[in-house]
């Protein structure tokens, strides 16, 4: 008789062939992996675009590469307010001690901090994704699971997920220094999770500074990358107006991801005149646009178009401060080109360690003038740090690692609940 798989869960905010979030795609990436070795289902809201917060998909299921996908509605409080009790705000007392090397201490001592429960639960109440009906599935179906991968601590999934069945809980994070980080009530979450797997070393060092020596088994997971071959580049650039020579951003356009990049462009164009370089940004507009004739917005495109405008660019550039792990880095070296990112990110700073200096990091503007120049001007290096890069990829983020990991955890889990 053919043994019964195993039935495994993944809770995420989104999930779907068009959401292209960094967290949603790593979990879509690891579920579909997983399909041959389990049961995967994920549990999902119905929205679509999470600053609108919209339910837009049918409360229902469908099914996605083999993944079972069950969609809720969400049904975040509105009208509802509760007043702060005695105006304590606990996440700026734990960032503060966080600030002053105090907080892991002090969790060593009191892991969790629930004292304001009341209203910070209410804080996760009024997010766009809180979902009420997804919560009430979890709780009373989580005998029908032997493991629940709850991702990503800036929403509501996380907490609840772990809340409801902790002894099943296997915690994906993709946390940075941010202000969710240091949210009371993941005092309870990250004590109380059966695992929880980070993406790098950096990320895990946050949290043990965060969450003391009380915190739950722990160790690094992260993910792979998938690369789709690459659109007819003529096409590509002629539909979106694409210069010769360019460097690259890619993924959500916002401040918090963006950082200080357009002042920094802008001054470097002033100071080498004659550098034919263009700034384009691939992805979702969540700002209005800094209108500039060398600066150049696509939207969203097409995997096969981004894998294109990746493999045609001079230079890509993460600015942002807050990553966990950053796919599209992983993409980057992957594809053999040069990355130029924010040495403020403690996760690109590890990067830039462990590869041998396949990515090149700034951290002032004139680190990053003096350095994105060394790049225009010098293929020699660019071609070097793609040959590092690929193989930085290769001997830490292969699937076949990533996976052995994740299973790993998931038969660990269940071999303790059965």
């Known amino acids: 008789m053919k043994e019964q798989k195993r039935k495994i869960a993944f809770v995420i905010v989104r999930y779907g062939k068009d959401i ?19 049961q995967v289902e994920v549990l999902t809201t119905c929205v679509k675009d999470y600053k609108e917060g919209t339910n837009v998909y049918p409360i229902g299921e469908e099914k996605i590469n083999g993944v079972l996908v069950r969609r809720f509605k969400a049904s975040p409080l509105s009208a509802q307010t509760i007043k702060k009790p005695l105006g304590i ?4 007392i734990r960032t503060s001690l966080y600030k002053k090397h105090l907080l892991a201490p002090i969790a060593n001592i009191f892991p969790i901090w629930n004292w304001t429960k009341k209203y910070n639960l209410y804080s996760y109440k009024k997010n766009v994704f809180y979902s009420p009906s997804l919560f009430s599935y979890i709780k009373k179906h989580k005998d029908e699971y032997d493991v629940f991968i709850p991702f990503t601590i800036d929403f509501p999934m996380v907490y609840y997920t772990v809340h409801y069945v902790p002894e099943k809980s296997l915690v994906i994070p993709t946390m ?16 109380k999770a059966a695992y929880i797997g980070f993406n790098t070393q950096a990320e ?37 107006n694409l210069p010769q020579e360019y460097i690259l951003y890619v993924g959500r356009i916002d401040k918090d991801k963006l950082d200080s990049i357009f002042q920094y462009f802008l001054a470097y164009k002033n100071l080498y005149k004659d550098s034919q370089l263009k700034l384009v940004l691939v992805g979702g507009l969540f700002v209005p646009p800094f209108k500039h004739p060398d600066i150049i917005y696509t939207g969203f495109v097409e995997e ?23 796919l599209i880095l992983l993409e980057t070296l992957s594809l053999k080109k040069a990355m130029l990112a924010n040495g403020k990110c403690n996760v690109m700073k590890e990067h830039f360690k462990k590869s041998n200096h396949a990515i090149q990091i700034y951290h002032t503007p004139k680190d990053f003038i003096s350095t994105l120049h060394e790049l225009e001007t010098s293929e020699t290096l660019r071609k070097e740090m793609g040959e ?13 690692i990533i996976i052995n990991r994740l299973i790993t955890q998931i038969e660990n889990i269940s071999k303790q609940n059965s």
């Open 304 to 326: 096969s178009e981004k894998t294109s405008i990746i493999e045609h660019a001079k230079i890509i550039l993460n600015p942002s401060r807050n990553e966990s792990l950053s």
């Open 89 to 92: 705000n606990l996440r700026s």
């Open 388 to 400: 590092k890069g690929e193989k930085y990829v290769k001997e830490n983020y292969d699937w076949s």
């Open 176 to 191: 940075h220094y941010q202000r969710a980080a240091f949210h009371p009530l993941l005092t309870e979450t990250f004590t």
């Open 20 to 38: 292209n979030g960094g967290a949603e795609v790593h979990c879509k990436m690891l579920a579909e992996r997983l399909t041959e070795k389990f």
């Open 204 to 240: 895990e060092k946050l949290a043990e500074n965060i969450f003391g020596k009380r915190m739950s088994p722990h160790g690094i997971i992260s993910v792979g990358t998938e690369i789709v071959p690459p659109a007819d580049w003529e096409h590509t650039s002629i539909k979106y």
